[in-house]
């Protein structure tokens, strides 16, 4: 069956402006995973979701970045006021349930100039 | 001290040799580990996991647990060059579904 998929694949923006990324999970997983991938470091927790609700946001990094999920489905990563330092790989992941295994999108390459 | 630590390498093995990679974890109420592999420029993919003390085989791939000494590892039998990747090591503390903690990764390259 399908995987993850995320969208944009790429996207290249300018400092201050807003950017949505968006995370369609495996049909019938109930959780949802973001992470950030810097170049050349480990994967950093964002947020995580399950149904709808965020009962994890601790590592969002600032309040520029905010998440959602609408029909237990389809999230949403927005970052506001993008920064120089907000460029990385965003990764989300799906697991059927909170206990299950984690599958990875292909990722969103934000570059803010 | 990182939550999940790994050398960073490279690693460097030749063809046919057995890799073994470590990732030692501080939080001692851990419960579940796993090993994703990253090609670069690429989102990682599940190899194993593993919840109990012991050895677990999948294939040339062995992942090893030892929580009273809170490490974990994966050993990759009959190395291949197109082994060659980042292996990263995660861990999820509680089984709450909370976020897996992640080690920065060990770089590897399979020399044919």
């Known amino acids: 069956g399908a995987g993850v998929s995320q969208s944009p694949s790429n996207k290249v923006t300018e400092k201050g402006k807003d950017v949505e990324l968006r995370c369609d999970p495996i049909s019938g997983h109930t959780a949802l995973y973001w992470y950030r991938q810097s170049l050349g470091q480990g994967l950093e927790f964002l947020i995580y979701f399950q149904g709808n609700s965020a009962p994890d946001k601790s590592g969002l990094p600032s309040d520029r970045f905010s998440a959602e999920r609408t029909g237990g489905s389809v999230s949403t990563l927005t970052i506001q006021r993008t920064q120089q330092e907000d460029s990385a790989v965003y990764l989300c992941a799906s697991s059927l349930t909170p206990v299950e295994t984690q599958y990875f999108g292909p990722g969103t390459r934000l570059l803010v100039l | 001290q990182k939550e999940v630590e790994q050398n960073s390498g490279p690693l460097s093995v030749p063809e046919g040799a057995i890799a073994s990679l470590n990732c030692t974890y501080s939080?001692?109420?851990?419960?579940?580990f796993f090993w994703y592999r990253q090609y670069s420029g690429k989102s990682p993919e599940l190899i194993m996991f593993?919840?109990?003390?012991g050895d677990k085989e999948d294939g040339r791939f062995t992942a090893q647990l030892n929580k009273a000494s809170q490490y974990v590892s994966l050993l990759i039998r009959d190395s291949q060059p197109s082994d060659s990747a980042t292996y990263l090591c995660a861990v999820n503390k509680d089984n709450a579904g909370n976020m897996l903690t992640f080690g920065g990764g060990t770089r590897l390259m399979v020399k044919p």
């Open positions: 939080d001692r109420g851990s419960q579940s």
């Open positions: 593993i919840y109990s003390n």
